[in-house]
C-alpha cells in the first residue's frame, strides 16, 4: 500500500522491526506517525495509541483523523490504563532508557509474557539493558540506526523468564552486530560516552568498574 507520509529514520527502523499482522500498542505516542503509517501501510492488524500528557494525544488525534486511522486512543501513564490482552506488540520510541525501564518495571511479570517490545531509547540506552538483563527479559535483535546527526539504537526484546546471560560489553553494545556503518558510528558514541565517564564528566556508578576493558573490546569488535 502507499505510503501516506514518509516516516523519520529512526521511525522506519521501528516500523520495521514490527511483526505483520499484530495488534500494536505506542506507548508515549506525542505525534501519532508511527500507529498510523503503521496502520495506513496495511502492516499492522489494529492500534492503540497513548500518552500520559493530554496535548501530545489530542494532535495525535487530529493527524489520526487526517488520514483516517482507526486507532485506538488512551491517557495513560505506560500501560497503567492498558488490559494486557489488548495488544501483542508495543513499541516504546523516543524517551530515554530509564524512562523506558521504568514503564517495564510497573508491569507485572506475567502480563509480559508472550509479547514482543520494540523499544528504541533515545539516551542511557546501557541502564535500560541493564534492566532488561536484570528482570528475565532477552534482546533477539537490536541495530544501530542513523537519522540526520544522531545515532540510535532500536531493540526487539521479548520477556524470557529466565536470566540472561550477558558480557559487561553487552549492555553498551547489546546484540548490535560489527560490520556496519552504523554500528561503527554507534561504537563511536559509545566510546565518546564512556571517555567521559571515566574522566569524572558523567556520574560513574559503581557497577561499570571495567570501563577501559569495555572501550578496548568495543574498539576491537567494532572499530
Ligand atoms: C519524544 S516523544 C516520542 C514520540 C514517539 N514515540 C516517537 O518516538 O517519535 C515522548 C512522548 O512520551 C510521552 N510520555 C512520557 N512519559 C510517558 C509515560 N510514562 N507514559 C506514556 N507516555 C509518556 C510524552 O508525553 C511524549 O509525548
Known sequence: MKEPFLLSKRLSKCAEFIPENTRLIDIGTD??????????T??????????IRTGPLS????????YAADIKFVLSD???????????????????????ADILEKKQENDM?????????MTKSEKLRDFLYKNK????????VKDKEHI???????FAGTFEKHEDIDLWMGMISPGTEESTEYASKIIKRLKKIEKGY??????????????????????
Open 113 to 121: 509474557r508472550n509479547k514482543i517490545f520494540i523499544l528504541q531509547p
Open 59 to 66: 494532535e495525535a488525534i487530529k493527524n489520526a483523523d487526517k
Open 152 to 158: 540510535y539504537s532500536v531493540m526487539n526484546v521479548e
Open 137 to 144: 527479559y532477552t534482546i533477539k535483535r537490536e541495530e544501530a
Open 78 to 100: 505506560g500501560f497503567e490504563k492498558i488490559s494486557y490482552d489488548s495488544f501483542d506488540t508495543a513499541v516504546i520510541a523516543g524517551m530515554g532508557g530509564e524512562l523506558i
Open 31 to 40: 505525534h501519532g506517525y508511527l500507529p498510523i503509517w503503521l496502520l495506513k
Open 202 to 223: 558523567i556520574v560513574n556508578s559503581s557497577e561499570y568498574i571495567n570501563l577501559v576493558n569495555i572501550e578496548h573490546e568495543i574498539v576491537n569488535k567494532y572499530l
Open 42 to 51: 496495511g502492516k499492522i492488524k489494529s492500534a492503540v495509541a497513548t500518552d
